[in-house]
Antibody, heavy 120, light 107 residues
């Protein structure tokens, strides 16, 4: 059974750096084809893809946030982390991680997400 | 970036209705198109991938079709649990993008 769970701060101040961790079970990020992605969804708005890391350490980022994002993995801990610098109130959103197998394939298992609020 | 435009943005329908949601891509995404259902406060749930392949465990009243730039999601007979927001997503090229969503409400 595949599960993913996001963790991290719920309240940030502008200009701070956010670090979120996705802890997963039921699969290994060392397995051929496996990927873990990060997404966000501002309240009442659409889903937005942020970043993705594959089993072979291939990393992809949303160009609109590229210079602010870093995705890393710790295969021994079954964790993927996302760092976003220079947080702003417009970054207030629910942040989620999700699993996929294969490039071009969809995200079939999702965490419940964690709401991050950015406010001074 | 590939833009996905969903229509309609809002749809009111009744239990038992057949509904069709549309997703148009600004470029050819071949068949790298997925549909998700999302209920308030919940994670997205994968319904359809590769434009027309039903994800395991998803009821057969859901179906997808299309290729290239035009895609549809059809629910053959709406059930009470189907009232939700539906998103299409393209995985043909980076950045991965979503449509703005179609909110399906009970009439």
């Amino acid at each position: 059974q595949i599960t993913l769970e996001e963790s991290g701060p719920t309240l940030m101040k502008p200009t701070q750096t956010l670090t979120l961790t996705c802890t997963f079970s039921g699969f290994s990020l060392s397995t051929n084809g496996v990927g873990v992605g990060w997404f966000r969804q501002p309240p009442g708005k659409a889903l937005e893809w942020l970043a993705l890391i594959y089993w072979d350490d291939d990393k992809r980022y949303s160009p609109s946030l590229d210079n602010r994002l870093t995705i890393t993995r710790d295969t021994s801990k079954n964790q993927v982390s996302l760092t976003m610098t220079n947080m702003d109130p417009v970054d207030t959103a629910t942040y989620s991680c999700a699993h996929k197998i294969g490039r071009g394939k969809p995200f079939d298992f999702w965490g419940q997400g964690t709401l991050v609020t950015v406010s001074s | 970036d590939i833009q996905l435009t969903q229509s309609p943005s809002f749809l009111s329908a009744s239990v038992g209705d057949r509904v069709t949601l549309t997703c148009r891509a600004s470029e050819n995404v071949i068949n790298y198109l997925a549909w998700y259902q999302q209920k308030p406060g919940k994670a997205p749930n994968l319904l359809i991938y590769a434009a027309s392949t039903l994800q395991g465990g998803v009821p057969s009243r859901f179906s997808g079709s299309g290729s290239g730039t035009e895609f549809t999601l059809t629910i053959s007979s709406l059930q009470p649990e189907d009232f939700a927001t539906y998103y299409c997503q393209q995985l043909s090229s980076y950045p991965i993008t979503f449509g703005q969503g179609t909110r399906l409400d009970i009439k």
